[in-house]
């Protein structure tokens, strides 16, 4: 059982930027993808970003392409989601979630836990 805490979200206006971290438990997270999702009132959780097991391989949602960057330190046990550049439309609760599997998926019900959420509101 891996447990994920998330920190890092809060209230920044448009333009600004947020770093979110998520530290897991386990020591088996060196050998896992991650994924940050989001979820904003009345939508459906969307894959923000995603990274493999030692960064090789990575996935980013069309609108935060080029303002997000999701990385890893697997010393830290800690997976980051730097965002710059928000936007209103940004506004969410993002998750951090681990697979049990090295490599990326995209639905969420292929990740095995979910760290409890961190609010991030933009305000324009």
């Known amino acids: 059982q891996i447990q994920l805490v998330e920190s890092g979200g809060g209230l920044v206006q448009a333009g600004g930027s947020l770093r979110l971290s998520c530290v897991a438990s386990?020591?088996?997270?060196?050998?896992?993808?991650m994924g940050w999702f989001r979820q904003a009132p009345g939508k459906e959780r969307e894959l923000v970003a995603a990274?493999?097991?030692?960064?090789?391989?990575?996935y980013y949602m069309d609108s935060v392409k080029g303002r997000f960057t999701i990385s890893r330190d697997n010393a830290e046990n800690t997976v980051f989601l730097q965002m710059n550049t928000l936007k209103p439309e940004d506004t969410a609760v993002y998750y951090c979630?681990?697979?049990?599997?090295?490599?990326?998926?995209?639905?969420?019900?292929?990740?095995?836990?979910w760290g409890q959420g961190t609010q991030v509101t933009v305000s324009s």
């Open positions: 979630a681990a697979r049990s599997f090295s490599d990326i998926a995209t639905i969420d019900s292929w990740y095995d836990y």
């Open positions: 386990d020591r088996t997270f060196s050998n896992i993808a």
């Open positions: 990274i493999s097991w030692n960064g090789g391989n990575l």
